[in-house]
């Protein structure tokens, strides 16, 4: 398996389940589907394997977290909750179920999960992560920047922590630190189309409108089935004068609308909805339309021209909900190829990965609850399904 000779290997360890079953033989075996990006083999082999050994507790967690990358939450909760019967100390177990609850906006009960994972694993880096985007989903930013940063140092090189260090000081309307974060997550995850769309938003806001384009034109060619992203770049080119770009885009964000409705029944951002009436209007009215210029808690509404002057861009749609999906993606593990998890109704699919455990340092002295926060509303954000992330 180590040499990558992954046909000889599987082969190897199926003889070995013919001879004699064994647990650490279907773990392998599951590890081996994920490497080559089989999951709906990897999840039987796992419930083959719980079914030899009902009571182990890794194949139990591998299972459960398996089938919270693949959505299927409620059978994720069930063998995740037959883990922490077994074994209720077992930290990557509590940890999933806090992004679960976390992912469904139950920020306080998440918070009191990760505060249970933070006296085992006090130095994981995504233990920090999802602890930071609960914060976010609490309007606590600058308790939320605390975290994040501590994961970052924790974790200099994971990409989805970069990407909520950019979401969050986008929302604080610091465009420049925004920008400084989401271009490195771009070193490390050069492939995703969502990353340049908010590094474009950061350009836009920094008036920076050529290269707001480019970042624009990279996140349309890498992008299949995300009509925000058009739906931004739409806006964009309208503020700027150019009616027939934005038309372009705006139709084929409609396209991918379309699409998405007949394969699923997403559940759109109403924010998303209400700027694309108005993207609409504005293309078959013209000048009439004015917008309105967003509040500071509100990344998704929009900047828009004035009589006499154009004006920038802010993200439109779920950014909140984006956040929050990364963050449970990095509560799953630190070298995942995965995307930003279900914030958007129609984010492509990523290969999958193995579930990983994160550093167990002893060191720290602080507990999720002890991050200095500002008080601001506790609203909890929504989230939208869609392929979802691998465990740790």
């Known amino acids: 398996m180590y040499l990558k000779h992954f046909n000889k290997a599987r082969d190897q360890l199926n003889h070995a389940l013919e001879l004699n079953r064994h647990d650490l033989t279907y773990m392998m075996l599951g590890k081996i589907h994920l490497l080559e990006g089989e999951m709906d083999k990897a999840i039987e082999v796992y419930k083959k394997a719980v079914e030899f050994s009902p009571e182990n507790t890794d ?22 909750g037959n883990v922490l019967t077994y074994d209720p100390g077992n930290y990557k177990a509590t940890l999933a179920a806090g992004s679960m609850m976390q992912a469904h906006g139950d920020f306080d009960v998440a918070l009191s999960k990760y505060k249970v994972v933070a006296s085992s694993v006090p130095e994981s880096p995504p233990l920090w992560n999802n602890i930071g985007m609960c914060f976010f989903g609490k309007k606590k930013y600058v308790a939320a920047v605390s975290c994040l940063k ?26 420049a630190s925004a920008f400084h974060f989401l271009s490195a997550a771009i070193n490390f995850q050069p492939k995703m189309a969502e990353l340049y769309m908010l590094l474009a938003v950061a350009l836009t806001n920094l008036e920076d409108i050529e290269n707001a384009k480019c970042s624009y034109e990279q996140a ?27 038309l372009s885009q705006f139709q084929e964000m409609e396209r991918k609308v379309t699409v998405a409705r007949e394969s699923s029944t997403p559940d759109f951002d109403p ?28 990344k998704s509404k929009q900047k828009a021209a004035g009589s006499g002057k154009s004006s920038s861009q802010q993200p439109l749609g779920s950014n909140q909900a984006l956040g929050q999906a990364m963050s449970s993606a990095a509560g799953y593990g630190k070298t995942m190829q995965l995307p930003p998890g279900a914030a958007t109704p129609a984010l492509p699919k990523k290969p999958p990965s193995l579930p990983l455990e994160p550093d167990q340092e ?7 609850e002890e991050n200095p926060a500002p008080t601001g509303p506790e609203e909890q954000g929504k989230e939208k399904h869609q392929s979802q992330e691998a465990a740790e």
């Open 150 to 175: 501590r994961a970052n140092y924790l974790a200099p090189f994971d990409w989805k922590i970069l990407y909520n260090l950019g979401l969050v000081h986008l929302t604080m309307q610091q465009y």
């Open 59 to 80: 194949l139990l967690t591998a299972l459960g977290l398996l089938y919270l990358q693949a959505g299927e939450y409620q059978k994720a909760f069930e063998h995740l």
């Open 220 to 246: 349309v060619a890498l992008d299949k089935c995300n009509p925000l992203i058009n739906l931004n770049y739409a806006v964009l080119l309208y503020n700027q004068g150019d009616k027939e770009g934005a």
């Open 362 to 368: 002893q060191d720290s002295e602080t507990s999720p």
């Open 271 to 298: 924010e998303m909805v209400e700027m694309a009436q108005k993207m609409g209007a504005a293309l078959q009215v013209g000048e009439s339309l004015v917008w309105t210029k967003p509040s500071k808690e509100s």
